[in-house]
């Protein structure tokens, strides 16, 4: 009997599950693709507005001088994909997910509740569901205390779009990781003064002119003064926090799952992908620190491996068990809480063994190979890494253009 998915989301990973789902029409009826927007490409479809507009919120949290590569390019490529594999028919635009909840526990199904821009709800069942929805449009916050006296302006890099209005402007950046870095330089082009705020060990490599390095900020003081760790203060116009994101799905109950979703994390989920109590909900796409396209691509294809049977899963105990104990390894490592879904070099091994129990073409070397070049061409060329170019020779090789 054929099976019927809904995939939340028309964003990479969601258009990435439709392709799979429609290449497998034996197993598999046409997916309902649900995208909150009216287009493709989620967080890579750069808009310039920022917030909430018409009591709806704009997800996207690019920026428009984003690079390597550019939106631009990806965004083009995502709805070619999009017309190349005829996906566009199955996407329901501008349709909210309200709900989705389980209902036959012995298969499995799904009850998905929707709702479109006229308010008319509409309530369906799947026999899986496949969550897309991505995890960069919730900021994370972190608490500092005082930070109500702050005098000038607070904002998170999600509302973040380009440099100009901050010419001239004393900026306090919080976070040196690959927005924070990125901002922080595209400030300084155009004349801010920028503190680069962080708790980790002093960059190294050189920064543009108008960046200083400073220890973490840990509170604000009466006057409206910012203290950092250092015990040293200073004056801003902005405090602009590059923290990250916290992971939010509010059309799920995470307790009826047997989840806890935390700011930070989501578990226990089995090869980072699904709740052992429910073995037919799919999140694509949760880890950090990935080469993400291809890794969405090994997820979905395990996960259809899982519903067509090809993968036979081990009981609800032992997965759980595996998925407590892969959490609690990595915080036996140190690793702390909030990053306990980060794979960075883990992904290759995981992609790997994806691949091997789905029996599924493994990523090719070359893919591993140019991410890790591309990765250290940015630790020591923050500013012009972006200038070079490369071209795939074969699986297993690539060329620096000139």
Known sequence: MLQ?????????????????ILARPNRFWPPVVFELSDHVGGTWCYDERAGMLDDKQVHSSMYRDLSFLPHQEVQRYLESYCLSHDIRPHIR???????????????????????????????????????????YSEPHIPEIPGLE??????LHSHLYRFAEPFSGRSVVVLGAKASGLDISMELARVGAKVILSHRRP??????????QQSSEVVA????????????????????????????????????????????HTVSPLYRYLLPPAFPSLFFIGICK?????PNFNCQVQFALAVLDGSVILPSQAEMEEEARRELQEKVSRG???????????DQWDYCRSLADAANFPPLCPAVCSLYKEVAHQRQIHPQNYRMRNYRLLSDTEWELRD
Not at 4 to 20: F, K, P
Not at 102 to 130: H, I
Not at 202 to 211: A, D, E, S
Not at 225 to 230: E, T, V
Request: aromatic share 10%; net charge negative; glycine share 8%.
């Open 202 to 211: 002093r960059l190294t490599f050189p920064l543009p002119c108008g960046i």
């Open 149 to 154: 006296n702050f005098k000038g302006q607070v």
């Open 4 to 20: 019927r998915v809904a995939v939340v989301g028309a964003g990479a990973a969601g258009l990435c599950a439709a392709r799979h």
């Open 289 to 293: 620190i990935i080469c993400p396209f």
């Open 220 to 263: 604000v003081e009466a006057d409206g003064r910012i203290r950092f760790q250092d015990d040293s203060r200073s004056h801003a116009d902005v405090l602009m926090f590059c923290t990250g994101y916290v992971y939010k799905f509010p059309f799920l109950d995470a307790g009826q799952l047997g989840l806890e979703i935390h700011d």
């Open 93 to 135: 635009f501008s349709v909210m997910v309200e709900n989705v909840k389980p209902v036959d526990e012995e298969r499995a199904r799904w009850e998905v509740t929707s709702s479109d821009l006229s308010g008319c709800q509409k309530t369906e069942l799947f026999d899986a569901v496949f969550v897309c929805s991505g995890h």
């Open 335 to 345: 690793v702390e809480q909030r990053h306990l879904l980060v794979l960075d070099q």
